[in-house]
């Protein structure tokens, strides 16, 4: 069962435009969102998180909305540019319990000139 | 200066051998983890240690087993083998659960044959 769900494979945007990825989760016990950014034959980086307690967290470019009642998250790139393509990763860990990370599957997004 | 460094990147094996795969931080970090991405692409949490526990996911096989001579290193044994384990193995390590922000090594590449 996936606790951490990202239905867009992929997701293709013009440069200069906002790219926004959606992802969704299952687990009520989630207290913090992680997105991470894949590039290929490389490990996934930490991009932004947000904490359970906050609606959005904004750094730079980058800003992550946290939906609580929808159980729902998404990451705004704005504007976009070509090194923004990569895989992007949901992730979230619960407050107590096991340091594990719980990925969705990414979304590949790739960045049009 | 590879602040979580894996060695090898790429490991072919037979069935039925057993391989072992080196994992080093140099960050100071006091926490470990070994996730495997499948062929589907999802990570999945395979271990998580720090110096007091480790803890398994309990759809881990017993045939894996980390090992960690220090707080700087956690190697991943595996045992006997199979098609399936062929993955790519990524180890992170953190601070404390450090709210779910963790450093991801580049990967290594296993296949069995």
């Known amino acids: 069962d996936q606790q951490v769900k990202q239905n867009s494979p992929s997701l293709s945007v013009q440069e200069g435009r906002i790219s926004i990825l959606n992802c969704d989760y299952t687990?009520?016990?989630?207290?913090?969102f992680l997105w991470y950014k894949k590039y290929p034959a490389e490990g996934p980086t930490f991009l932004i998180s947000i904490s359970s307690i906050k609606d959005k967290n904004e750094d730079g470019r980058f800003t992550v909305f946290l939906n609580k009642s929808a159980k729902h998250l998404s990451l705004h790139i704005v504007p976009s540019q070509p090194g923004d393509s990569a895989v992007y990763f949901c992730?979230?860990?619960?407050?107590?319990?096991?340091?594990?990370?719980?990925f969705g599957k990414g979304t590949h997004l790739i960045i049009q000139p | 200066d590879t602040a979580v460094s894996q060695t090898p990147k790429y490991l072919v094996t037979q069935m039925g051998n057993d391989k072992s795969i080196k994992c080093e931080q140099n960050l100071g970090h006091d926490t470990m983890y070994w996730y495997k991405q499948d062929s589907k692409k999802f990570l999945k949490i395979m271990f998580s240690y720090n110096n007091k526990e480790l803890i398994i996911n309990e759809t881990v096989p017993n045939r894996f087993s980390p090992k960690s001579p220090d707080k700087a290193h956690l190697n991943l044994h595996i045992n006997s083998l199979e098609l399936g384990d062929s993955a790519v193995y990524f180890c992170?390590?953190?601070?404390?659960?450090?709210?779910?922000?963790?450093?991801f090594g580049p990967g290594t590449r296993l296949t069995v044959t």
């Open positions: 992170a390590s953190s601070q404390g659960r450090a709210e779910g922000e963790q450093y």
């Open positions: 687990n009520s016990m989630f207290d913090y």
């Open positions: 992730a979230a860990i619960p407050r107590w319990g096991a340091d594990g990370l719980t």
